[in-house]
């Protein structure tokens, strides 16, 4: 029976999405892309797969009191404690669920898609009003779940599981409450009971009536007749209960019948199948493992011939020449070498080219720096700290010296031009003066420019040309006045002073550039200019070197190459030619690998070949080993052939499947009768009849047990009537009240008969209808987990008993064995205890809405051949629910994943919103 047919298909709540903002360790993560069916969440140890499970059950049902013992997952990485669900509800509704720190479990909001919210009992509601327990052991568990709580006591579970039982009435309580009753009326060899005092008190009241009444003749007639009315009656109630005795026996011997008859069959099958040489299950297992083996040595003999056969024609096909490979270390360094003697080949005539343009260059250069210079001079050429700073100082100094005099012949002129706009005096016309001292600024500008650019000739030059105007321009102005100016003679000794400082800075800068090999005619600028062009050339020579030094390195490695490469040729016998070496080498280096490859080859089918020989001998001994052994084994079980020993072990397994028959129609006998000698005998009476006679002897004892029951009621009646005339004989009122208290007593003690006969029938019909309520109306937990279970045991154990009374659950499995719980190996009981929570979820479904499930790590403790079953379990009842199963190992994850479950992953989110 498919586990999705025992529920009724609808889409349960399930999860959509978790966010945990805090909780644990675990922060800002969100788990998303849960979907209907079976999820799998797969992570290491300490991954947050038992967090996330308690984060799940916390938000659903609130967060536990802190005087509780419970974990309370603080958040550690997060300043928010809590998170929030999104949840499908099965109208198709979603529902943000959140719940935060908080008083009386933590705040809880949920709201609608719209907007709407809900409370907090409506939402208690929308979840079947399951309790926190109810869903910690049932719906999402994990294996401490699964073994520290007795799920089968909770209240909740029992209602669910056994509500429908016998409405609520107690068959150990009924069957205590009968039991107690018939013992307080009637035990063989009390004194106490009620029916022993109740006879006591007959019998003592009949001897006082009877002392009364020894004098009235008429009523010693009646009476007497009235006593043997009473004996009548006493003796057919008697008679009573052996003949319903004998009435249950005809009724045992009736339906039993049909087992008596397939047990004297079988007992008659294996008697004239007479006495057989057993053959055991494991001879027949080892005879058939040692015929599979000595075939499965002729298999691999013969397919090793074949394999041989092919690779001797394999290595006799295969030809190599012996030239190419003794000349294997020359042409391996041809052929790692040719890239590079390709490379140089290519590479010199650039190179040699480039030297030419070098020297070209390097010549054009040492003629532009002057006569006297050469390459030697410019590489050994070199300025030093101090001749640079010497140079710098030096330059600094007629720099300064130069600015100096132009300052000083500025000011002069500014003096004179003031002087002579103050006399204003008749002389030579002014249009000479001013044209000469226009030409004199000129000048000067001249001078100003010049020493700009560094050149110093053409400053000094163009300054005292300057100079020499301006004074004739000005001593026009003076030649009508023969008054002297001291300011004009103070300024143009000034002048003539700085000029004579130029001249020595002039002087020191040419003594530093001939101290250091410089024409001693370069200005400040001309020398750095020159200096700039010394450092290139020194440095178009240094490249020179390195040209050179690189031919030399690629004509070396071409003739190493064709050094090794006429070697090569001239041990292989082939003739030399002007081709392309580099092809050449490379078309050995083919060569070399093919005939080594296929050297390598021919050496590897050689050893091949001789193993395989080996082999072949060595299994062929193994099979005439095999051979004879598998004899000697049909020996000692008296056997001439394979054959004759399979046959053999079938009259066996007939004989012991007979043996097996009658033993389980004497057990079925022993339920109903007992064992011993009771057993015995009521097989002695099943032998000597036949059914047709049990069932009129039946019908016959029924027929005579209603003409008792007539007959009593008659002889009831008829002693009433002489009750009363003897009553009415009486002539003392002690003994009408005698015979009242008589009556009285005897109608007691009628009464407690068929008390103590109602009692000990109800014990038997108890406990018939126990026997057939736990063989039929089991709860509809314990058949869908018979059938959860029996799915992941594959088959082993295929029915599940729970008992009336009490809670221990019994197991019986393909061999009729009856097992308990505590029987149960650790994985098996898991198995178990697994396939009653998924029951539970199924009946809880009938009535509620339904709820994801979480299961941690369940089956960790399933073998290889159980884990498989357990996992297509749990994906057929994940088929129209949510299942999420959560496990730290790869093996588990591959088989959720192979049943086509949902990969989740815990991811962290630095987006979830505040």
Known sequence: MRLSTLR???????????????????????????????????GPNEYGKTTLLEFVRRLLFGFPPRTTKANPYPALYSDRYGGQLLCEMVDRRLLTVTRTAGKGGGTLAVSTQNGETI????????????SSSLY???FSIGLQELYEIDVMNLDEVKNRVYG???????????????????GELYTKGGQKQRMKQLAAGIAELNRAIQEQRSTLSQYDTLKAHHDKLQQRRDALTASLPEMETQLTALISQQRLFPTFTRMQQAEAQSHEMGELFEISDDALVEMNERINAMRSLSSRIEEMREQLQFKCAEHDRIIYDQGIIACAADVKWLSRNVSSYRSASQELPLVERDLMDARSLINRGLTSLGEGWTADAVRDFSLTAEQEDALRKAAARLEECT?????????????????????????YPGRYRLAGLAVAALAGAACILAVLEGNMPIAILSGLTGVLIAAASLRLSTLASNVQDPTAIDLQTEVEQRLEAVKAADAEWRSSLESVRLPSSLSPAAKDDMLRRIDRIATDLRRIDALEAQCNKLRKAQALVDERYSSVVAL??????????????????????????????????????????????????????????LQEFLAAWQAASAEELRERHNLTVRKKGLQKDVEDCLRLIEDEVGAGDTRDEFLRRLAATNIDEVRLARAELEQKIHQVQEEITSTAGEMGALDTRLEALASTDDLILQETELETLKQQLQDAYREWLTARLALKVIDAAVSRYEEERQPAVIRFAQTAFATMTGGRYERLLKPLEGNELHLHDTNGERKTVGELSRGTREQLYLAMRLGLIEQYEQNAEPLPVIMDDLIVNFDD?????AVETLAEFARNRQVIVMTCHESTRQLYHDAGATELTVREDSDIPA
């Open 572 to 629: 292989l016998g082939e003739p030399s030619t002007n081709s392309d070496i580099t092809a050449q080498i490379e078309k050995h280096a083919e060569r070399l690998d093919k005939d080594t490859a296929e050297k390598v080859r021919k050496d590897t089918l050689q050893n091949e070949i001789r193993q395989r020989k080996d082999e072949v001998r060595i299994l062929e001994e193994h099979l005439e080993i095999a051979s004879s052994r």
């Open 8 to 42: 009724r298909a609808k889409t349960d709540m399930q999860l959509r999405e978790i966010q945990i903002w805090g909780f644990g360790a675990l922060a800002n993560v969100r788990v998303r892309g849960l979907s209907p069916g079976l999820n799998v969440l797969h």
């Open 119 to 130: 409370g907090e009992t409506e939402f208690a509601a929308s979840l079947g009003y399951v």
């Open 136 to 138: 910690q052991n049932v």
């Open 403 to 427: 600015g100096y005099l132009t300052i000083s012949r500025q000011k002069l002129e500014l003096h004179r031009d003031s002087v002579r706009a103050s006399r204003s005096r008749q002389g």
């Open 865 to 869: 051949a159980r884990g498989p079953l």
């Open 164 to 182: 429908a039982g016998l409405g609520g009435v107690s068959v150990t309580s009924l069957r205590e409450r009968f039991e107690k009753r018939a």
